[in-house]
């Protein structure tokens, strides 16, 4: 079984509409859990880390489930420019070299 | 900024040759790795290091070597290059232990084919 599972897509929105992606991960001592942005050719950037709490920048909103083990990324009022592939990332331990990547989700906003 | 360097965006060898990628972050990052990205297989480790002259094996180490002479450094060596290298290569850098907003920051990427 992957660590990380997303659905790869593709979504394809309207501007101004809503979307949602949702991401499980299957190691319950996970520890911290990031959403990352890659554009076509480039290199995955950091969209936002996830907390508890669940936690919002903007239009962008990212919760976690820990009880079902998922995390997901709502983003409001779509815009031309949230066109790229997301990223689900969950770091197992403490340590800086334990994380895992899910293998994306692609995201294109239609005018 | 946290910067991650690699030394080539696009490179082109020859089936059998030895090829060498560098990577070079400028933020004192304990950790560095090498991921190659293909579609549909999304980021796979490659080799990971934790430390200087420290290396240990990911996912997919076969047919790579890598060195960390130095903390900034860290170089992926394809010993006999072949036709199923070719891939966009990552190497991204972190802290040791990881805080709040840290993430990986990952370098622009190498897009190698082997010919």
């Known amino acids: 079984r992957k660590e990380v599972e997303q659905d790869p897509g593709p979504f394809n929105v309207p501007e101004g509409a809503t979307v949602a992606f949702n991401c499980t991960y299957s190691?319950?001592?996970?520890?911290?859990f990031f959403w990352y942005r890659q554009d076509c050719r480039k290199e995955p950037k950091l969209l936002m880390s996830v907390y508890s709490s669940g936690n919002e920048d903007g239009r962008f909103t990212a919760q976690l489930n820990r009880a079902s083990q998922y995390i997901s990324l709502l983003i409001r009022d779509s815009k031309l420019s949230d066109s790229a592939t997301y990223l689900c990332?969950?770091?197992?331990?403490?340590?800086?070299?334990?994380?895992?990547f899910g293998t994306g989700t692609s995201l294109t906003v239609i005018p | 900024d946290v910067k991650v360097t690699q030394s080539s965006r696009y490179l082109v060898k020859r089936t059998g040759e030895k090829v060498f990628l560098e990577c070079v972050q400028d933020?004192?990052?304990?950790?560095m790795f090498w991921y190659r990205q293909d579609p549909g297989l999304g980021l796979r480790l490659i080799y990971f290091?934790?430390?200087?002259?420290?290396?240990e094996k990911g996912d997919i180490p076969e047919g790579y070597s890598v060195s960390r002479e130095k903390k900034e450094r860290f170089s992926l060596i394809l010993e006999s290059a072949s036709t199923n290298q070719t891939s966009m290569y990552l190497c991204a850098s972190s802290h040791h232990l990881i805080r709040g907003d840290d993430g990986y920051t990952f370098g622009s990427g190498t897009r190698l084919t082997v010919v």
């Open positions: 933020m004192d990052h304990e950790n």
């Open positions: 990332v969950v770091n197992v331990g403490p340590t800086g070299n334990q994380f895992y």
């Open positions: 290091s934790y430390d200087v002259k420290m290396k």
């Open positions: 190691n319950s001592a996970s520890q911290s």
